[in-house]
């Protein structure tokens, strides 16, 4: 069984900064992408940022320049750094790893149960 476990969000002011982790756990080899994604109420989920194991970063236009996603590969987890929060980035932060399940053998998408973040202006 593979988890991935999210922390890090809450309620901060425009202009401000938080940072959300995932780590994923349980059986497995290997971990490809991982990434994090967003959604707000009647919209679909969008992809913020995702890094491959071998550290190449992928943004979107809206993100560029005020987030930076990371990973420590021994840790099995992810990190976003969010810098310079707008009211527009509130939404519910979901984690994404693409990891290889040993019993399938094959890669499969995992996501976390969400977190909120909610950026007040």
């Known amino acids: 069984q593979v988890q991935l476990v999210e922390s890090g969000g809450g309620l901060v002011q425009a202009g401000g900064s938080l940072r959300l982790s995932c780590t994923a756990s349980g059986s497995f080899s290997s971990i490809n992408t991982m990434g994090w994604y967003r959604q707000t109420p009647g919209n679909q989920r969008e992809l913020v940022a995702a890094i491959t194991s071998g550290g190449s970063t992928n943004y979107a236009d809206s993100v560029k320049g005020r987030f930076t996603i990371s990973r420590d590969n021994a840790k099995n987890t992810v990190y976003l750094q969010m810098d310079s929060l707008k009211p527009e980035d509130t939404a519910v932060y979901y984690c994404?790893?693409?990891?290889?399940?040993?019993?399938?053998?094959?890669?499969?998408?995992?996501w976390g149960q969400g977190t909120q973040v909610t950026v007040s202006s």
């Open positions: 994404n790893a693409n990891i290889y399940h040993t019993i399938a053998h094959t890669f499969v998408n995992y």
